[in-house]
């Protein structure tokens, strides 16, 4: 066996699986492999995972005992639901008297659309009492007869009292029937959408069970040892046992492995990710180092689902350009993949020859105004990629790349065309497509209260090249092309952390209860196989929705890397004056721990009180906390308890919306904890001591307060 492990990242495409080995201790891309996704195979996509498997560790000259952490990601449960591929749900509410009520109406959940058509199956039946054995066998009876091949328990209440539920589910499973009690899926309240959440995630169950069965087989005869996980849909990854209870956490996953590589391998603190196919941008946000998520929205309606907030716009690097009046009126949505054309410039310059324009209809009923050029060697496509290689926007070895004197050929007679340049008329094609693009991206700033003087666009996919750089220009955004853009998916999965999500709504939290949810959470990724010591968990509480949150992540094995580059001091303080917008010389070292700095300066404002903002590098000379006015203090684990509720005391203001304690946030060894998220002080000061036990009294501790807005 080598000395050497890898983590290894699978992304299970609709058309391609792609599979990454990464170093496990440097995080440095070691191979790359790209099969056939095998969805007709006896095995189905397990055959295709093994396959992309065997070959990576052949290119890669590793064993199957090298690899250390193996996850892979999958479209199967999205696919299932845009194609109506679903198992028949049969659904028993529970409940008599008002609650019988409310349950019954929940058999309108069989009206829920999957496509044009066709409706999700489901059958209903009901239980009054959920302890009469012979009524709850006689309803597990009902339903199979009529077809369900798993079953759905709810009851209203059921997150408070979950007996009921259970026993039904128990007896479904008794009688060989798979089974989902609806508070098993989440604990909010929320009746109708709670089931509407339990069903959907029970409509797929079957067909993820049977795929997960055939994976860990797989896996386990080529030899794997190492813990299999998948990749959830916001960010994170989870144990195969978790997606067997939970396959629905898998839909809309694809965006979230994109992302996960942008902030894992990118070091994203503050910004946007675009991932840029041939057809379709996804944009997601990463605001102070974590990425944005909210419930997801299934077959038209909300759901207790939490997932990355992504906003698709139809543009990517093969769109096509689109004219009227000889003028540029837009790109895309149509594709050259969908119009069965090759792009323009990828064809060899001498096929350019005698190039003339003319305009198709790609589809039957598209309108006849989408830009292809007739030439010596055929029919082509113009796209956004042959105009971003036409100026120059494309970097060397970039999977987008081609000749440049290609490109501007291709550009060329549809420049005379509108009687312009061919660098003119490169720019407005992309000026058409990043418009778009622009729109959302300034809409997710505004919603997220990103800065933009600060925030970053990270462009990965294989057609990152023709948006991102253009948009950056237009937008006087930073921007950058993700290192191994066009593999920047399965990176993600190879690097992703166990993830878990604790919901819980509590009127008036008390501390005992919020620090509950907390352990909950961090157990939970415990359980999956992250290790104890690593995990780290955030806390929110919402006094609006009396909802307390607990997002958990941690990674299976203490992470040591062993990087080919740290900054030294003269780049740090370089990096912080640059994002802080002043000259080094007023930028100070306010603080530091073995992992970080704290850097800071003043702003002076007439007539208002001075802001200090405050900025926090890492060893690697990336920003990993932005904050626009805070005061900083060190002292250590022994004396913080004592300090801490001084600052707490100082920074809380009280009004008439209540009470609002400062944003905390604590640097610890190699962490930063986040404890902003808890608006009264004393559970924020409990989940201060907890991030603090264990710890060495005289271990240094820094508290960035930040005084809310």
């Excluded at 997002?551 to 912080?576: F, I, K, M, N, S």
Aim: net charge negative; hydrophobic share 45%.
């Amino acid at each position: 066996m080598t000395t050497q492990r890898i983590r290894v990242g699978i992304d299970v495409g609709g058309t391609f699986t792609d599979a990454v080995a990464v170093d496990a201790k440097t995080l440095e891309l070691l191979g790359q492999v790209k099969v056939p996704t095998s969805h007709h195979h006896e095995d189905g996509v397990a055959h295709g995972i093994v396959t992309a498997l065997d070959r990576l560790l052949a290119q890669t000259g590793r064993d199957p005992e090298d690899v250390a952490f193996l996850a892979h990601g999958t479209t199967q449960a999205t696919n299932a639901l845009l194609e109506g591929d679903v198992a028949t749900v049969g659904l028993v509410g529970i409940g008599s008297g008002a609650g019988a009520v409310l349950t019954r109406r929940l058999a309108a959940l069989g009206r829920l659309e999957l496509t044009p058509g066709k409706r999700l199956p489901l059958t209903y039946t009901h239980v009054d009492d959920p302890e009469d054995a012979a009524a709850v066998s006689r309803a597990v009876d009902a339903v199979t007869q009529d077809g369900a091949q798993v079953l759905v328990a709810s009851e209203p209440f059921g997150v408070d009292r979950p007996e009921g539920e259970e026993a039904v589910t128990a007896a479904a499973r008794t009688a060989g029937l798979p089974a989902t009690a609806a508070h098993e899926i989440t604990s909010l309240y929320g009746l109708h959408k709670r089931t509407r959440t339990a069903v959907i995630n029970a409509a797929i169950l079957p067909r993820m069970l049977a795929t997960a069965d055939l994976v860990d087989a797989s896996i386990t005869k080529a030899g794997v040892t190492a813990p299999l996980m998948v990749m959830r849909c916001d960010g994170g990854v989870m144990s195969l046992d978790e997606m067997r209870r939970r396959p629905l956490l898998t839909v809309l996953s694809g965006p979230a492995a994109g992302v996960a590589g942008a902030l894992m391998q990118e070091r994203i603190s503050e910004g946007l990710f675009l991932e840029t196919g041939g057809t379709s941008t996804d944009i997601s946000v990463v605001r102070r180092g974590k990425v944005a998520v909210r419930h997801a929205v299934i077959l038209g309606r909300t759901t207790y689902l939490n997932a990355l907030d992504v906003r698709t716009v139809g543009v990517g690097g093969g769109s096509m350009v689109r004219i009227d009046g000889g003028r540029i009126t837009g790109v895309g949505p149509r594709s050259a993949h969908i119009a069965g054309l090759p792009y323009a410039c990828f064809a060899p310059l001498d096929d350019l020859r005698d190039a003339t324009v003319t305009t198709i209809r790609p589809m039957d009923d598209d309108p006849a105004d989408h830009v292809v050029i007739e030439a010596a060697g055929g029919r082509y496509a113009l796209t956004m990629t042959c105009a971003a290689n036409a100026l120059g926007r494309v970097p060397e070895g970039d999977f987008a790349r081609c000749d440049p004197a290609a490109a501007r050929a291709a550009i060329a007679p549809l420049a005379e065309r509108l009687g312009l340049d061919v660098p003119t008329a490169a720019s407005r094609i992309l000026d058409a497509g990043t418009d778009r693009v622009k729109a959302v991206v300034d809409a997710m700033v505004k919603d997220y209260r990103l800065d933009k003087d600060t925030a970053v666009l990270v462009g990965g996919g294989g057609g990152a090249a023709s948006v991102t750089p253009h948009l950056a220009r237009a937008s006087g955004m930073e921007g950058r092309i993700a290192r191994h853009s066009e593999v920047i998916s399965p990176i993600g999965v190879a690097l992703a952390l166990v993830r878990e999500q604790v919901e819980r709504i509590i009127p008036g939290a008390g501390e005992e209860q919020i620090l509950a949810v907390r352990a909950e959470a961090e157990a939970a990724v415990v359980a999956q196989g992250a290790a104890p010591d690593g995990v780290e968990v955030e806390v929110t509480v919402d006094p609006q929705t009396s909802t307390v949150r607990a997002v958990a992540t941690g990674a299976t094995e203490l992470r040591t890397q062993d990087r080919a580059h740290r900054a030294d001091d003269d780049e740090r303080l370089r990096t912080a004056a640059v994002s802080l917008k002043a000259d080094p010389a007023h930028v100070d070292v306010l603080a530091g721990t073995s992992a970080h700095t704290v850097y800071g300066t003043e702003v002076r404002r007439r007539l208002r009180a001075t802001r200090r903002p405050v900025r926090v590098i890492d060893a690697d000379g990336v920003v990993r906390l932005h904050v626009a006015d805070a005061r900083v203090e060190t002292t250590t684990v022994g004396r913080a308890p004592e300090v801490l509720a001084a600052l707490v005391r100082d920074a809380t203001s009280y009004g008439d919306g209540g009470v609002r304690a400062p944003a905390v946030r604590l640097l610890l060894g190699s962490r930063i904890a986040d404890l902003s998220g808890v608006l009264d002080p004393e559970p924020l000061l409990a989940l201060a001591r907890g991030e603090l036990k264990a710890r060495a009294a005289d271990e240094p501790v820094v508290a960035v307060v930040e005084v809310r807005a």
